[in-house]
């Protein structure tokens, strides 16, 4: 069933995650991976990718993630940071988030880093990474006082963070980014990873990337 914008607005948003969206539970392990053809994975979406890294980079990294996931918050404390300095600043790898919102709550988040960000990957970035690392503060039953701060810190005026959250067309993209992962990529959970096309379950450490991403460096 589709996000609305009534279900973004309400405070309880955390509770109407297993009705709106039917959410699976979280893996605390990867599984094993699978093969999806690396052409169709980085067709245009809905939503244009927010890319970091060089275009010519032997190794391309996309992640599926939630807002309101802790596995996520815990990759992007632990193991992005590692992951940029070592890999996609080096222009070894390129980088992609994609939107799989499990609640309305993780959809309005989102919709508030792609807002306040303008199209500038740098912004986008920053403040998914606020976001994850303010998680437990706005992931509540309250959530909207705590997003506005947010928000604003991110340049977002109050009447800007309500527009935001009112575009319908915003939310329609996000979930079909969301809904196309599922039809076409079989991702079930968060975070899921596709590095160079086969897929990686759960919140990988540095060194779990590492063992997956050096191979292809030495071959090339």
Same mark, same amino acid.
């Given at each position: 069933?589709?996000?609305?914008?009534?279900?973004?607005? $309400?405070?309880?948003?955390?509770?109407?995650?297993?009705?709106?969206?039917?959410?699976?539970?979280? !893996?605390?392990?990867?599984?094993?991976?699978?093969?999806?053809?690396?052409?169709?994975?980085?067709?245009?979406?809905?939503?244009?990718?927010?890319?970091?890294?060089?275009?010519?980079?032997?190794?391309?990294?996309?992640?599926?993630?939630?807002?309101?996931?802790?596995?996520?918050?815990?990759?992007?404390?632990?193991?992005?940071?590692?992951?940029?300095?070592?890999?996609?600043?080096?222009?070894?790898?390129?980088?992609?988030?994609?939107?799989?919102?499990?609640?309305?709550?993780?959809?309005?988040?989102?919709?508030?880093?792609?807002?306040?960000?303008?199209?500038?990957?740098?912004?986008?970035?920053?403040?998914?990474?606020?976001?994850?690392?303010? $998680?437990? $503060?706005?992931?509540?039953?309250? !959530?909207?006082? !705590?997003?506005?701060?947010?928000?604003?810190?991110?340049?977002?005026?109050?009447?800007?963070?309500?527009?935001?959250?009112?575009? $319908?067309?915003?939310?329609?993209?996000?979930?079909?980014?969301?809904?196309?992962?599922?039809?076409?990529?079989?991702?079930?959970?968060?975070?899921?990873?596709?590095?160079?096309?086969?897929?990686?379950?759960?919140?990988?450490?540095?060194?779990?990337?590492?063992?997956?991403?050096?191979?292809?460096?030495?071959?090339?």
């Amino acid at each position: 069933m589709p996000i609305n914008r009534r279900e973004l607005c $309400q405070g309880a948003a955390m509770l109407a995650l297993a009705t709106v969206l039917g959410a699976v539970a979280l !893996p605390l392990f990867p599984a094993l991976a699978d093969d999806v053809s690396e052409a169709e994975l980085m067709k245009p979406q809905a939503l244009p990718d927010m890319v970091l890294g060089s275009d010519k980079a032997p190794v391309t990294i996309v992640e599926y993630a939630s807002m309101t996931c802790p596995h996520c918050a815990h990759f992007d404390e632990t193991t992005f940071p590692e992951l940029k300095k070592r890999y996609i600043d080096t222009g070894k790898v390129r980088y992609m988030l994609r939107e799989f919102p499990l609640d309305p709550l993780a959809a309005a988040a989102f919709m508030l880093a792609r807002c306040a960000s303008e199209k500038d990957t740098t912004k986008y970035y920053a403040m998914v990474d606020t976001l994850f690392r303010q $998680q437990q $503060q706005w992931a509540v039953a309250k !959530p909207l006082p !705590p997003l506005l701060a947010i928000g604003k810190q991110a340049g977002l005026t109050e009447d800007k963070f309500n527009a935001c959250l009112a575009n $319908q067309k915003l939310l329609d993209d996000i979930q079909k980014v969301r809904e196309q992962a599922i039809d076409k990529f079989k991702v079930q959970s968060t975070p899921t990873f596709f590095i160079n096309g086969t897929m990686h379950v759960g919140a990988l450490t540095i060194e779990e990337m590492a063992k997956v991403i050096d191979p292809y460096l030495k071959a090339g």
